[in-house]
């Protein structure tokens, strides 16, 4: 038999979907496991959404679109780029893929080549780092400790660029650690990258869930800015549509029509369905995204309170998004249930075995000695959960 790609055999499964397999494996054989793990609301879809997407399919509206997505919805998602970031953009500008994970891999198809190199800060979304090595391109990792927020810093920037970089990530709210950009940071960073003739591709789907100051879109930093920036944004997270399926682009008209062309040769297009579904979340009522909100940092003052209030862990409060990265320095060393703590993946392991809740390992976000805890899950549960934490906590012995 001949190899496989050699690209596609270094590709490493996720890590967040690993661990949510693994708890609902556990679940489905009947234990009673908490999960902390997967990144998506646990609300329902808003009954008005759904009604638009069930009357849909009754109708028949079930066919092709156009690849790009349907001009009524590129429509409605300009209008709320406009609405809620102040930045304009044409409907033709826009591209709406299977999913915002679906439109970051068009965006480094777009624009990458073999041996170019792609800035990501770090810690960084598990998939960004895949994804690149799956464009061809080479992943250049640049660390942002605790101590600094996790948010990298110009400087940093500025040491990372080569000859050969063509694009910065930045994921603003961030997935794993929630923290935000303000404005002035973003335009620090931002100076680089015009600097060096970069492309940003700005990931802000956790815009909606800031609590803590005002987010600001890099696209409305200046024209200067928005012409080399891509944002990928998408209604998972503002409007619990995870299984949906709708992401989308905003950026150049160059840039849009090579995206479209990679859809058009790869899914045909998106959901019709989950398109029109899509139009009534973006135009319609508004209320249940902030309510969403709302919920979201009650549970995050409540989990972060509880963490931080233990022995051998500890977090920092996250300004956005709905994540909390737990340090685990303290019991690195020490042993829980009966097994060593070395780093993120030993804990995850015993946690989950010994008292049936997951959390995801933070290796898989380039931060080794953390674990991301999900509060998108019901208060109840985080209280549950934390309390199993407390007590999973107290077994903690020294070599």
């Avoid at 709406?96 to 891999?105: I, L, P, R």
């Avoid at 930045?170 to 940071?185: F, H, I, Q, R």
Wanted: net charge negative.
């Amino acid at each position: 038999m001949k190899k496989l790609s050699n690209i596609a055999s270094n590709v490493v499964a996720s890590s967040t979907l690993a661990v949510d397999s693994l708890a609902k494996e556990m679940r489905a054989a009947g234990k009673d496991v908490i999960g902390f793990g997967a990144g998506e609301p646990d609300f329902d879809t808003p009954e008005h959404i759904k009604q638009i997407g069930i009357h849909a399919i009754e109708t028949g509206r079930t066919k092709y679109t156009p690849a790009a997505g349907m001009m009524e919805l590129r429509r409605a998602i300009a209008d709320r780029l406009q609405a809620d970031m102040g930045v304009h953009y044409e409907p033709t500008q826009i591209v709406v893929a299977s999913g915002a994970k679906h439109n970051v891999y068009l965006t480094l198809r777009a624009l990458i080549n073999s041996g170019d190199e792609v800035i990501i800060p770090a810690p960084y979304w598990v998939t960004y780092l895949e994804a690149v090595k799956m464009a061809g391109g080479t992943p250049v990792v640049v660390s942002a400790g605790e101590e600094q927020d996790f948010k990298i810093t110009p400087q940093q920037l500025q040491a990372a660029v080569t000859d050969n970089t063509k694009l910065f990530l930045l994921n603003n709210p961030s997935n794993p650690t929630g923290m935000v950009y303000s404005e002035a940071e973003l335009r620090e960073l931002c100076d680089v990258c015009v600097e060096h003739d970069l492309y940003i591709m700005a990931d802000e789907i956790y815009y909606h869930l800031v609590y803590d100051g005002i987010f600001t879109s890099v696209a409305a930093l200046g024209e200067r800015v928005k012409e080399r920036t891509i944002l990928v944004n998408g209604v998972s997270k503002s409007y619990a549509m995870t299984g949906w399926r709708i992401g989308y682009t905003a950026s150049s008209p160059e840039i849009a029509k090579v995206m479209t062309n990679y859809v058009s040769h790869s899914t045909s297009s998106p959901a019709t369905m989950s398109q029109i579904a899509a139009i009534e979340a973006l135009s319609g009522p508004q209320g249940s995204v902030f309510e969403m909100k709302e919920a979201f940092e009650e549970r995050r003052d409540y989990m972060c309170k509880r963490i931080n209030a233990m022995d051998g862990v500890s977090c920092l409060v996250p300004q956005g998004a709905f994540y909390v990265m737990m340090n685990l320095t303290g019991l690195l060393g020490k042993t829980l249930g009966g097994r060593e703590i070395t780093d993120g993946d030993s804990f995850a392991m015993v946690f989950l075995d010994t008292a049936q809740v997951a959390v995801v390992p933070c290796s898989g976000f380039g931060t080794p000695n953390f674990v991301r805890l999900s509060y998108a899950s019901s208060i109840e549960n985080i209280k549950a959960g934390m309390d199993r934490l407390e007590t999973f906590l107290k077994g903690a012995t020294t070599l």
